[in-house]
């Protein structure tokens, strides 16, 4: 989980191929250029919208897609898990007030989202993570949890990756919040919003990657391993991969809404861009994955389970 962000994307001008929201593809460019939204006061925009066109001319009618087309197109679209499917998730036990995860004791990921996930019982949609419907409760956006510990994260589309780093730290540790109310099906009456004195750290070091038609976010990564994944070339000037003096650089707690840019490069859908750890505002080691529409940054689709239906980019392309 995290805090809701409310940062607006820098956006004003689609590509004749980009998708509506929740998977259908628009019929017509976008005909009339939207102004640049305002940022509210003292955010700070974590990635600018680097190699999406900002042009406002009047985009032309776009040719018939051809089968190289179409092939480019789809490797823009975030289809399957981030994580591998079969992995085996952790499971929320014990009663309300002292409940735990056993690790490894829940259905594969695939399982769990498929028939749980979705499901319209609170305590079996969240009881291996936090679903969509939870996430919009609590941040107003759309987003799944899968408890898990120390497993790879995969690219779910064609993209620019950059590695971002609110902190490497944990508030419920910092500030010594007990993390239980905040497990599986938060008690609304135990697990405000904001539990903690000061910033809650957001999504901790996480990595986000972005295209012409969508973003995704996978966060609350472990730093040191997620480094091994990235290339040696893909460090912004001030930073490079050594894990005690990026410990260091990002020892505080930040604003959630605050993200330093320290890597970025090219991915593939499968490429491995980390590794899944529990930095951030995070109840419990898990992998925290969001996925928007470009331009869209606030659109909830009308799906059973918000983005992420049996029809959804879980499971296939997006119907
Ligand atoms: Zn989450």
Known sequence: MRRR?????????????????????????????????????????????????????????????????????????????????????????GAVGARTISWDAGPAAEEYSRADQPSGDPERANRCGWNARLHVEYEGQPAVDWYVRGVPVTATMDGTATLLINTVANPFDVYGVPREAYIGNPDRSRAPISPFPGPGGGQGVFVRIENAAYRTDSAHLELAPTLAHIPKDAWVAGFAADAGALSRQFAALRDFRTATAVARWSVKRGDVIGVTGDTGYSEAPHLHYAIRPVGQENALCPTREVGFSRSGWLFGAPG
């Open 5 to 93: 962000v409310s940062r607006r994307v820098l956006l004003s001008w689609l590509p004749p191929a980009a998708f509506a929201a929740c998977g259908g593809r628009s019929s017509a460019p976008a005909a009339t250029p939207t102004p640049l939204p305002t940022l509210p006061a003292g955010t700070t925009p974590v990635v600018s919208a680097t190699a999406i066109p900002t042009s406002t001319a009047t985009p032309s009618p776009s040719p018939p897609p051809t089968a190289t087309a179409t092939a480019a197109v789809d490797a823009l679209l975030p289809v399957g898990f981030p994580i591998d499917p079969r992995t085996r998730l952790g499971m929320v036990t």
